[in-house]
């Protein structure tokens, strides 16, 4: 079943919409990275939804990643470390 809003997916392709593994895939970042990127209060709501699987128009995550990766700040990473 298909959750969204009409007007939000009038023009959108199926191959438009990308889903977790999708985005693993488009930003070089591994599932667990992404599921991280979703919980980011900056980063967008999906646009759809089918059978419980969230779904993005790959535009608007492709503008969020260019305008928010990489991460200023990652308390993992080896070069923020003293």
Do not use: C, N
């Not at 438009?16 to 980011?40: F, K």
Request: glycine share 2%; proline share 10%; net charge positive.
């Amino acid at each position: 079943m298909l959750s969204a809003s009409r007007s939000s997916l009038v023009e959108v392709s199926p191959l438009d919409l990308v889903g977790v593994p999708e985005i693993a895939e488009m930003l070089h970042v591994s599932r667990p990275s992404v599921w991280r990127y979703v919980s980011r209060d900056d980063f967008p709501e999906p646009d759809a939804q089918v059978r419980g699987k969230r779904l993005w128009k790959r535009a608007t995550v492709e503008r969020w990643a260019k305008r928010t990766l990489p991460l200023k700040f990652d308390p993992r990473s080896k070069r923020d470390k003293p």
